[in-house]
């Protein structure tokens, strides 16, 4: 049929034919009706040509929303189920007693000193009789980690019975914390360490000196030093394993012992007399009482030595209110000033000498804290700007990393030799 025919047929076509002008609406129920018809055919037959994906495990579970409380009740209750299950599965202090009495009770012949040993078949033996929660411990690998020099191939009783209850503790504190862990995923946010060290409390001799109205100020002085160390990217949550890992709770919890000397208190920042300490600088510093302190005010801190572009550089990268800074602001900059060897320090204050956000530092940074210093005659008068770059090769670079403070003359720079 050639396209005159078609052309002749159309025009004869009455109007009340398909061709007729349809409403807006008709359009979108059409176009709607086709939407759905090939959505469909497109996704059945996506599934008919895949049917492996039938076979694949689901491994994505979506969280709760806030408005689902009965998906959020469930999760609550089942990773509390969870946590109780593998409670139970820790040994108690009866079942390390009895494998206390196994250990001594096998022990192989001669001592070293005063130190009892067992080699690995009486290892093997007591491993069979102290039950299936102890037969994590008793492996090849782990008695492979504490053989060193003995020369009969032995391990020493106590070092094992010591990693033992190591393990044991490190399980027993991560259920803990993992209790406080609101969202399940791992990690404690800000607040939830806050709860966990607040009802912690009660439970160190060393901190029932405190009254009650500074437990507020104790628990935001210990939660800083876990996330000034622990969250460097400042995503404000930490992982627990990260918490497990580090000495931090080790230290917080050294407060159990009663007889603590003073010594090991004042070295210790989750003490009472740290945090005392501590919050009392800040109460010292702060001269008009509005809670806050000032650029004027931080400038007394230590032995009020600290130029005025570096208290710029302070109050210009670290969160302020109203050009004021608060406490956990104060608590920030005293851990990185206490602790200029650490990393998280040392990221701290390169960032305050990185004037122009490059990621180094260049003759023109160092020069602008150094020229300051000069001026004000804190550094001997034979030390020169040149004496700042470590090498030629910096030099010649034009600039140079450095984790050194600005802010006094004897830091940051070296004396020239000769």
Request: charged share 25%; aromatic share 14%.
């Given at each position: 049929?050639?396209?005159?025919?078609i052309?002749r047929?159309?025009i004869?076509?009455?109007?009340?034919?398909p061709?007729?002008?349809?409403?807006?609406?008709?359009?979108k129920?059409?176009?709607?009706?086709l939407?759905?018809?090939?959505?469909?055919?497109?996704k059945?037959?996506?599934?008919?040509t895949?049917?492996?994906y039938?076979?694949?495990?689901?491994?994505?579970?979506?969280?709760?929303?806030?408005d689902?409380?009965?998906?959020?009740?469930l999760?609550?209750?089942?990773?509390?189920?969870?946590?109780?299950?593998?409670?139970?599965?820790?040994?108690?202090?009866?079942?390390?007693?009895?494998?206390?009495?196994?250990?001594?009770k096998?022990?192989?012949?001669?001592?070293?000193?005063?130190e009892?040993?067992i080699?690995?078949?009486?290892?093997?033996?007591?491993?069979?009789?102290?039950?299936?929660k102890?037969?994590?411990?008793?492996?090849?690998?782990?008695?492979?980690?504490?053989l060193?020099t003995?020369?009969?191939?032995?391990?020493?009783?106590?070092?094992f019975?010591?990693?033992?209850?190591?393990?044991?503790?490190?399980?027993?504190t991560?259920?803990?914390?993992?209790?406080?862990?609101?969202?399940?995923?791992?990690?404690?946010?800000?607040?939830?360490l806050?709860?966990?060290?607040?009802?912690?409390?009660?439970?160190?001799?060393?901190?029932?000196?405190?009254?009650?109205?500074?437990?507020?100020?104790?628990?935001?002085?210990?939660?800083?030093?876990?996330?000034?160390?622990?969250d460097?990217?400042?995503?404000?949550?930490?992982?627990i394993?990260?918490?497990?890992a580090?000495s931090?709770?080790?230290?917080?919890?050294?407060?159990?012992d009663?007889?603590l000397s003073k010594?090991s208190?004042?070295?210790?920042?989750?003490?009472?007399?740290?945090?005392?300490?501590?919050?009392?600088q800040?109460?010292?510093?702060?001269k008009?009482?509005?809670?806050?302190?000032?650029?004027?005010?931080?400038?007394?801190?230590?032995?009020?030595?600290?130029?005025?572009?570096?208290l710029?550089?302070?109050?210009?990268?670290?969160?302020?209110?109203?050009?004021e800074?608060?406490?956990k602001?104060?608590?920030?900059?005293?851990?990185?000033?206490?602790n200029?060897?650490?990393?998280?320090?040392?990221?701290?204050i390169?960032?305050?000498?990185?004037?122009?956000?490059?990621?180094?530092?260049?003759?023109?940074s160092?020069?602008?804290?150094f020229?300051v210093?000069?001026?004000?005659?804190?550094?001997?008068?034979?030390?020169e700007?040149?004496?700042?770059?470590?090498d030629?090769?910096?030099?010649?670079?034009?600039?140079?990393?450095?984790?050194?403070?600005?802010?006094?003359?004897?830091?940051?720079?070296s004396?020239?030799?000769?």
């Open positions: 049929m050639d396209w005159k025919e052309l047929r159309r004869a076509t009455p109007n009340t034919g061709n007729k002008k349809k409403s807006e609406q008709e359009l129920d059409e176009e709607m009706d939407f759905t018809k090939y959505y469909s055919e497109w059945g037959g996506r599934k008919n895949n049917e492996f039938k076979t694949i495990p689901r491994f994505y579970y979506r969280l709760p929303a806030e689902e409380v009965l998906l959020q009740k999760r609550e209750e089942s990773r509390a189920v969870f946590l109780q299950r593998k409670s139970r599965e820790l040994l108690d202090n009866e079942e390390l007693q009895n494998l206390w009495f196994l250990l001594d096998h022990q192989t012949p001669p001592m070293i000193g005063e009892a040993m080699n690995y078949e009486n290892f093997l033996k007591v491993g069979e009789k102290a039950g299936p102890c037969k994590q411990f008793f492996t090849a690998k782990v008695f492979a980690k504490l060193h003995d020369s009969y191939g032995r391990i020493s009783i106590m070092q019975f010591n990693y033992v209850m190591r393990k044991v503790w490190l399980h027993q991560r259920i803990g914390l993992s209790l406080y862990d609101v969202a399940g995923q791992g990690y404690l946010r800000e607040s939830d806050e709860n966990y060290i607040l009802e912690l409390i009660p439970t160190l001799p060393q901190l029932d000196g405190l009254e009650k109205s500074f437990y507020s100020f104790y628990v935001c002085t210990a939660v800083r030093k876990f996330f000034f160390f622990l460097p990217l400042r995503t404000g949550k930490i992982k394993q990260d918490i497990l580090c931090f709770l080790d230290d917080l919890l050294e407060l159990r009663e007889e010594e208190q004042e070295t210790n920042w989750f003490s009472a007399p740290s945090a005392l300490r501590v919050y009392g800040y109460l010292n510093l702060d008009d009482h509005n809670g806050m302190l000032s650029k004027e005010e931080l400038s007394r801190y230590g032995t009020a030595t600290m130029t005025n572009v570096f710029d550089r302070v109050f210009q990268e670290c969160l302020t209110y109203d050009g800074m608060d406490y602001t104060y608590l920030d900059f005293v851990l990185a000033l206490e200029r060897k650490e990393p998280a320090a040392l990221q701290y390169f960032k305050l000498l990185d004037i122009e956000n490059k990621g180094y530092l260049n003759v023109f160092l020069n602008y804290f020229r210093v000069s001026e004000n005659n804190m550094m001997s008068s034979e030390v700007f040149d004496c700042i770059l470590p030629k090769h910096s030099a010649a670079a034009g600039h140079t990393r450095t984790n050194e403070n600005p802010w006094t003359g004897s830091c940051f720079i004396r020239r030799q000769g």
